[in-house]
């Protein structure tokens, strides 16, 4: 982000860490610093989207599902983005993800991707 800009958080447990994932979607390395998510399992789906995969190497992808259990706790990574760079991940994840905001064991509220529950 450029000086003066205020962004948003973003809790990436997944590829959203991924150094190659982040050039390829920000255009730039993301600082962040660990934090953990309660009341969240984590599991995996299957990636089809071929850009997608080329981009993240993988095409099994972490995912989490809110199960409301405060023992369950996903462990991640915290990134300040901008609104342009929060665009930009919503159009990298897939159909399977939404995303939505949540407090982290921190106390700070980020936005995460989510299992999509129909």
């Known amino acids: 982000m450029s000086a003066g800009e205020t962004g948003e958080w973003l809790f990436s447990y997944g590829t959203l860490r991924q150094p190659e994932v982040q050039i390829a979607n920000f255009g730039r390395l993301?600082?962040?610093?660990?934090?953990?998510?309660?009341?969240?399992?984590?599991?995996?789906?299957?990636?089809?989207?071929?850009?997608v995969i080329?981009?993240?190497?993988?095409?099994?992808?972490?995912?989490?599902?809110?199960?409301?259990?405060?023992?369950?706790?996903?462990?991640?990574?915290?990134?300040?983005?901008?609104?342009?760079?929060?665009?930009?991940?919503d159009a990298y994840e897939v159909s399977d993800y939404r995303r939505i905001a949540v407090q982290l064991r921190s106390g700070r509220t980020a936005f995460v991707y989510a299992a999509f529950e129909s």
């Open 30 to 51: 993301l600082q962040g610093f660990p934090d953990t998510l309660a009341g969240y399992s984590l599991s995996v789906v299957d990636i089809v989207d071929r850009k």
């Open 54 to 89: 080329g981009v993240s190497g993988a095409s099994r992808h972490p995912i989490i599902r809110f199960t409301g259990n405060s023992s369950d706790e996903v462990a991640g990574m915290v990134f300040q983005v901008s609104a342009g760079e929060l665009t930009k991940a």
